[in-house]
Structures are given as structure tokens and as C-alpha cells.
């Protein structure tokens, strides 16, 4: 029997914006110990906040400041979200003050350093767990989600081939060639979902890469500041059209920016999500060549809610 889930104290956190109209909103469920066994009722409670995710805390070390951490769609649980991440560290961070989380998710330890960012909301940075990423199979993986999106491979960019790429979910990247063909996203719903769940991916990872004078990119502390994407993630799979900021989705990217030797160096890439659905948002990855693990930062802002 699913318990009831109208008195427990939802907090709403939008993430990877400085402005609740901007960001990825998430669902942040800080005690929901009454909940630990009832994943039917963590549902029901993701449904009823409506966003893409709603992340509950389900066990709690205070003094260690470690937590159990679950993440639900409207629909079905998910392994690992980024954005619902980083909201509940910034929520923790504004209740109990800044410094380093650990969370316990299905995929693995999260640690999470929270700073406080000037007069400006909490700042966050996940380390993620360790990235993979291989070429997609052109048959099986490519040619069905290019025809669900209603794209030709005339579309994609040469330079930046497919991949499923991992980092606590599996996310098919594809590269559009142009800023354009990223901008008109009008899919076929059911038949992306269908290919989507066919092969466990949890976003479709669409990016465009900004064009840039390499030799104007600055260096600060060792890190270069490299690459600027676009990006745009279907979520079909978990009942959203579209998720307007992603951190799993950017921390997989990372690790495929570095399994095809793009990454030379400590690098900060940077993120743009959101814009063509009115809410943008701006991540922040580090990427090293030697280090499986990628670091994503964004900050979280809390959204009044009336009534």
C-alpha cells in the first residue's frame, strides 16, 4: 500500500541558473525516511511536483553530512540525476551552510563541494562517477534515433561522432552540424521512446559546438577554458518532452570529449542549455585526460511557491 504523500514537505529548486524562470526545476524531498521502502509513493510524489525529477533523502549521517539519495521521474525511478544534485546540495548548503556532501545513489558515491557564491544563490560541484563512452552503432543506435528525431545524417557533425556515453546513465550523444538543426527539435515522441528504452539510454544528448578562436582561449590555475556547447536532451522515458538542463547528460559528455582525445589538459567546458525552451541554463565542466571522473558545477536557486 503506497503511504500518503500529501503532507511531505516538497522544497522546489531550480538548478544551473541564478533565476527560478531559468535552470532545470527539480523536486527536493530533505527527510523522507517515511518513504525509504515505498518507491510507489516517491512516485507519486515526483508525479504530483511534475518536474523531471524529484530527489529524495532517505537516510541521513548529519554529522558526516552523508545521505542516501534517490531520484524519481513522473514515472519510474532514475539511477542518477544531475540537476536534482545539485538543487538538494544547494538546498542542504542554504539550511545548514557550505562545505562538502556526500550522497549514496544508485549509481554510485556523489561527492558534492557547496560554496557560497558572493551575494548570489549557493554554488555546487558534483564529482561524478567514473565516465565511459563508445562509438554508437550505426544500424542499431544511430539510424533509429536519427529517424525519430526526423534528422538525416547529413545532419550530424563529421567531426564529432556518435556515441553512448556514461557517467551513472547511459546517453546518446549525437552532434548537429549546425546551430539551426539544433534549434528545430520536433520529434516523434513515442518511436524516440521506444528506441530509448529499447537501449536503456535515459537522455538523448543533442550538442552543437561553438566556434571559437582556440589560440584566444584563456588559461587560469592550470585549466584551460576550452570548448562552448549547445546542448538539448529529449526525455521521453521519463514522461518530460524535454529536460531544459541535464548534469548527468554533462558529465557523460565530458568523458566522451575525453575518450575521442579532445581533452589535452585540465579543460573547462561550458555548457549553454535550455534556450530554446525559454530557460537558459549554464553548466560548467572539468575535464582531465587522466581522470575518468568529471566535475560539473552550476548554481541553484529556490522557487517561491504560492499558497
Known amino acids: 500500500m503506497t503511504a500518503?504523500?500529501?503532507?511531505i514537505d516538497v522544497l522546489h529548486y531550480s538548478a544551473f541558473t541564478t533565476h527560478p524562470d531559468g535552470g532545470n526545476p527539480a523536486g527536493v524531498v530533505l527527510d523522507a525516511a517515511a518513504l525509504a521502502d515505498d518507491d510507489a509513493a516517491m512516485t507519486a510524489?515526483?508525479?504530483?511536483?511534475?518536474?523531471?525529477?524529484t530527489a529524495f533523502i532517505t537516510e541521513r549521517d548529519e554529522?558526516?553530512?552523508?545521505?542516501?539519495?534517490?531520484?524519481?521521474?513522473?514515472?519510474?525511478?532514475?539511477?542518477?540525476c544531475g540537476h536534482a544534485t545539485i538543487a538538494t546540495a544547494v538546498a542542504l548548503a542554504d539550511?545548514?551552510?557550505p562545505g562538502e556532501l556526500i550522497f549514496d545513489t544508485a549509481s554510485g558515491e556523489i561527492r558534492v563541494e557547496t560554496t557560497a557564491d558572493g551575494?548570489?544563490?549557493?554554488?555546487?560541484?558534483?564529482?561524478?562517477?567514473p565516465t565511459r563512452s563508445r562509438p554508437a552503432d550505426p544500424g542499431a543506435e544511430v539510424e533509429p534515433t536519427l529517424a525519430a528525431l526526423r534528422w538525416s545524417a547529413d545532419d550530424l557533425d563529421p567531426a564529432l561522432p556518435p556515441h553512448v556515453a556514461f557517467a551513472g546513465n547511459d546517453h546518446l550523444v549525437l552532434a548537429a552540424a549546425t546551430r539551426e538543426r539544433l534549434a528545430d527539435l520536433d520529434y516523434d515522441y513515442d518511436a524516440l521512446e521506444a528506441v530509448m528504452r529499447r537501449r536503456g539510454w535515459t537522455t538523448v544528448h543533442l550538442v552543437w559546438r561553438?566556434?571559437?578562436d582556440d589560440s584566444a582561449r584563456g588559461s587560469a590555475d592550470g585549466v584551460t577554458n576550452g570548448f562552448v556547447f549547445h546542448a538539448r536532451d529529449p526525455f521521453p522515458v521519463g514522461g518530460v518532452v524535454e529536460d531544459p538542463?541535464?548534469?548527468?547528460?554533462?558529465?557523460?559528455?565530458?568523458?566522451?570529449?575525453?575518450?575521442?582525445?579532445?581533452?589535452?589538459g585540465p579543460t573547462r567546458v561550458?555548457?549553454?542549455?535550455?534556450e530554446d525552451m525559454g530557460r537558459p541554463s549554464d553548466l560548467l565542466l572539468d575535464v582531465t585526460p587522466d581522470e575518468p571522473r568529471v566535475r560539473v558545477s552550476g548554481q541553484a536557486v529556490r522557487i517561491p511557491q504560492s499558497g
Do not use: C
Not at 65 to 79: D, H, I, K, Q, T
Open 4 to 7: 500518503p504523500t500529501t503532507d
Open 45 to 53: 510524489v515526483a508525479a504530483r511536483v511534475g518536474y523531471s525529477e
Open 63 to 80: 554529522a558526516a553530512r552523508r545521505y542516501r539519495l534517490r531520484y524519481f521521474s513522473p514515472l519510474a525511478e532514475v539511477a542518477f
Open 95 to 97: 539550511r545548514d551552510g
Open 119 to 129: 551575494d548570489g544563490p549557493s554554488r555546487a560541484t558534483l564529482t561524478s562517477v
Open 210 to 212: 561553438e566556434a571559437g
Open 245 to 264: 538542463a541535464t548534469g548527468a547528460a554533462a558529465a557523460a559528455f565530458g568523458g566522451y570529449l575525453r575518450a575521442l582525445g579532445l581533452v589535452d
Open 270 to 274: 561550458r555548457i549553454r542549455q535550455g
